[in-house]
């Protein structure tokens, strides 16, 4: 991509975090802005390897579908339909509130607690155990953990040192089912 040479134009070294696998990356930034991500050749991991996910990271900074407020459903609309309405953050919390004051007050255990990537299983946990409940999961448990069972570090290694290009295979047990094959770039 050419680069605007009235923009400042900075490559920043860093790991992706689309996944566990925290290849190394390199984020092409112009004025503070990112614009393109590529595999960086010099991380031992994955030697500038870049699957279609961390290429994407793109759009958890600048999706115009992210969201960015609460969202509730509106009044008599049908689940599944999609209709919702924009609410304050002090609507939300006062909602959610109420909700699990009603569930924690009558059986704790119809509360299920699911959380992502947030880095804060630990509290998820707590917080469902003072709550009442045993359900609770996070994204470990579906993910990361599996997949460190199932040898993807090893396999992560290795990708970049095949002669073949298209037989660097990483195998997530879920939120990449089946097994991706990255495409060396370089
Ligand atoms: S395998 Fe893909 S999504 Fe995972 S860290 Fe590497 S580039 Fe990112």
């Not at 992706?16 to 991991?45: K, L, S």
């Not at 924009?86 to 007050?105: C, N, P, T, V, Y």
């Not at 290795?158 to 002669?163: D, E, K, N, W, Y």
Request: charged residues 20%; hydrophobic residues 35%.
């Amino acid at each position: 991509m050419a680069a605007n040479p009235a923009r400042k134009r900075e490559v920043k070294s860093t790991t992706c975090y689309m996944c566990a696998c925290r290849c190394g990356i390199n984020v092409t930034v112009e004025d503070g802005e990112v614009r393109f991500i590529q595999g960086n050749p010099a991380h031992p991991i994955n030697q500038g390897v870049l699957c279609a996910k961390g290429a994407s990271g793109i759009m958890k900074q600048y999706s115009p579908a992210r969201l960015t407020r609460p969202l509730r459903r509106k009044a008599g609309a049908e689940r599944g339909n999609s209709e919702f309405e924009e609410i304050s953050w002090e609507q939300a919390f006062s909602a959610i509130g109420e909700r699990l004051q009603h569930i924690r007050d009558t059986d704790p255990k119809k509360f299920a607690l699911y959380t992502g990537r947030d880095q804060m299983q630990a509290l998820t946990g707590l917080f469902a155990k003072q709550f009442g409940t045993p359900n609770y999961a996070a994204h470990g448990g579906f993910c990361s953990v599996n997949m460190a069972a199932g040898l993807i570090y090893p396999s992560a290694a290795l990708s970049g040192s095949s002669a073949d290009p298209t037989s660097n295979v990483h195998a997530c047990s879920s939120c990449s089912a089946p097994p991706k094959t990255i495409i060396r770039i370089r």
